[in-house]
């Protein structure tokens, strides 16, 4: 049990007085210091207001020595976003086998496509979806293909298939690159990402197609991401030559950073 470190720690990078976390506890300075030296134990109720005081998850505030932890993830504890920070949330995953007991590439067809968010971890689920192999992916990795609708990822077309590779946490995302990522709210969409988790805790989501603005994702509402791997197109199209696509790496970096702008302009007239 760490209570008694994390909280003089969280405290102490807070620049804050034992006399004045008390205060804002409702308790005494004597209660709280004998808190901080592991001579008395909170009761629950106490617990929990100082899990909401420092804006951590009362398991981590219990469990996890915050100490140990890298800068980046424990300032965004203190920011209140309560990152799953060993990535266990994203390394769940309800898989198949086949006879050979190797995973599956399983597919989630159209019909499936709304029910995923909510069966997802449902092994009833996803053992009725569609599954195969494929020889030239690798044996050791876990992949899935979904259906992409919409036009905001060109080359990539309405009705096409998309195949990733499941990452077990966002450290694993490689600023630029295409990603399946599945949302609660969204759903599953297919987006070109940026990581903002040191910054503000966000994914920010661009288009390929540069007439889609981009958006930050919270990290606490993604459920899975899964690297592009590769897709098949519904029909095959002719490249036009002078199309918007000669500049699409440059209009991509332009989004970006007027999705970054944005979000700063945002925070601060939050603070205003």
Not at 247 to 261: D, H, K, M, S, T
Request: contains cysteine; proline residues 6%.
């Amino acid at each position: 049990m760490y209570l008694k470190e994390n909280i003089k720690l969280l405290r102490k990078r807070r620049k804050r007085s034992q006399e004045e976390v008390a205060k804002s506890l409702s308790i005494t300075r004597s209660a709280y210091n004998s808190y901080e030296n592991g001579v008395a134990e909170p009761g629950i109720t106490l617990l929990l207001r100082l899990a909401d005081f420092y804006q951590v998850n009362l398991d981590k505030l219990v469990k996890v020595d915050l100490s140990t932890l890298p800068e980046s993830q424990l300032s965004q504890l203190e920011k209140g976003f309560d990152l799953d920070l060993n990535g266990t949330r994203l390394r769940v995953l309800t898989t198949t086998v086949n006879t050979n007991n190797e995973e599956n590439v399983e597919l989630v067809p159209l019909k499936a496509k709304a029910g995923y968010t909510t069966g997802y971890a449902d092994p009833d689920f996803i053992s009725v979806l569609p599954a195969f192999n494929l020889p030239f992916l690798s044996p050791n990795r876990k992949y899935r293909t979904f259906p992409i609708s919409g036009d905001s990822m060109p080359p990539v077309m309405d009705g096409a298939w998309v195949t990733g590779e499941y990452l077990q946490d966002w450290n694993q995302v490689r600023n630029g690159n295409p990603y399946i990522v599945v949302t609660q709210d969204e759903g599953i969409v297919f987006k070109v990402l940026y990581n903002r988790v040191d910054e503000d805790g966000t994914f920010l989501h661009c288009s390929t197609n540069p007439l889609y603005e981009p958006y930050a994702v919270k990290v606490n509402d993604i459920l899975e991401i899964w690297k592009f791997v590769n897709y098949i197109n519904p029909k095959f199209e002719e490249p036009v030559q002078g199309s918007q696509e000669d500049v699409g790496p440059a209009l991509r970096v332009i989004q970006r950073e007027i999705g970054f702008i944005k979000e700063k302009v945002k925070s601060i007239e939050h603070k205003i």
